[in-house]
């Protein structure tokens, strides 16, 4: 029990001299007032920037250190310490401030540069863009002139084969003298007038053709149908035996349907007595037989 | 003449203590035209918008400092001139700080349009 006391005795000495002969109370305010102006003092910014601001930080600081070691009021402390942490502040701000100032320079030097790199990239792109424009022109007019020239080759194709434009497209009308009357069979001077077909089909290989036959009144509708099938099937062979893909030609026979003369006269029947061949357009495309 | 003489010490004293407790308790009263003049400095370069705390801060401070002069109470309105005076300082710092930083944001910003133009017209042009 004794000792404890003695302990206890020894224990609250150092407190009973300090508060005797010690430094003074801590003052939060002057405390917060002195961690700013350390942090500060330590801002490699704050020092470069704002060395008189800090400097006045430092003496208002010291004058408040003195008031608080005079142990002076609290309220009088708590005065200069204040003055003491707003001259800290004040010191960072004109180094804020300064170093702003000095980034505009820098800034404004990064700027003339973009600027300058804008007008060059408005050049370079105005530049590939008249380029770009040349050359779509160029394109349009080499597509131009391959379009007239192909309309031209086409034109002389088509004088060639003294076929006809009509709502169909082209149809090239082969007369009834290739036949025998009544046979299926081409006669040997046929291949001549198919010559100039072979050619244009070959020539423009996205075209087809439709192969009609057509007969006079004369005879019964059924073998009418039939020579007229058989008559277009033989110009379909006569044209795949001098090499047109037989997928690019189509067959119909139509007997004496569709007349184009009178069948009363025999000029008439003579006409009436035909393959028509009817060719394509660019794409392939054959349109109907309407009446 | 025997007779005034003798009251001449006591009446020195007297004056001589009087002036004496006059400069004792009497403080020169704090100078407010320099804190009052950093106020409207402050005020006039925008503080009111940059630092608007710490203007307001100023004003009522030297406010305090009238009133406190009006009391007699001397010390309390030499400590609030000088708050205010510090405090409008303050806020003076801050507006202009606040623009350098303004100006510099804004050529940043420039730059960023410019570079965003950059970009687009190469790639319009690069396109073709």
Known sequence: ?291 | MKHARRYVPSTVLALALFTAGCAGSRMPPPDMSAARSAIADADQAGAGEAAPLELRNARQKLQQAEQALERDDQERAAFLTDEAQVDAELAQAKTRSAKAQAAVDELRESIRTLREEIDRSRKSGGAQ
């Open chain 1, 1 to 291: 029990m004794k000792h404890s006391a003695f302990l206890l005795t020894l224990a609250l000495c150092p407190l009973l001299l300090a508060g005797c002969g010690g430094p003074p109370r801590a003052n939060p305010a002057l405390t917060s007032a002195r961690e700013a102006y350390a942090t500060a003092s330590n801002d490699p910014s704050v020092v470069a920037n704002a060395p008189v601001a800090l400097q006045e930080a430092e003496e208002a600081l010291r004058r408040a250190m003195a008031v608080w070691e005079g142990k002076e009021d609290t309220d009088k402390v708590d005065h200069y310490a204040y003055l003491a942490h707003q001259r800290v502040r004040i010191a960072e701000e004109q180094a804020k401030q300064r170093a702003a100032e000095k980034d505009i320079e820098n800034v404004r030097n990064e700027r003339q540069a973009v600027v300058l790199e804008a007008r060059a990239a408005e050049a370079e792109s105005a530049e590939a863009r008249a380029a770009a424009e040349r050359q779509r022109a160029e394109a349009a007019r080499a597509e131009a002139e391959a379009a007239l020239a192909r309309a031209n080759e086409l034109a002389a194709q088509v004088n060639d084969l003294q076929a006809e434009l009509t709502k169909r497209g082209l149809v090239l009308t082969l007369g009834d003298v290739l036949f025998d009357t009544g046979q299926a069979s081409l006669k040997p001077g046929a291949a001549r007038t198919t010559a100039a077909l072979v050619t244009f089909l070959n020539e423009n290989p996205e075209r087809n053709v439709l192969i009609e036959g057509y007969t006079d009144s004369v005879g019964s509708d059924e073998s009418n149908l039939s020579l007229s099938q058989r008559r277009a099937d033989a110009v379909r062979a006569a044209l795949v035996g001098q090499g047109i893909a037989g997928s690019r030609i189509r067959t119909q026979g139509y007997g004496e349907a569709y007349p184009v003369a009178d069948n009363s006269i025999p000029a008439g029947r003579q006409q009436n007595r035909r393959v028509e061949i009817v060719i394509s357009d660019a794409e392939g495309v054959i349109p109907a037989r309407t009446p």
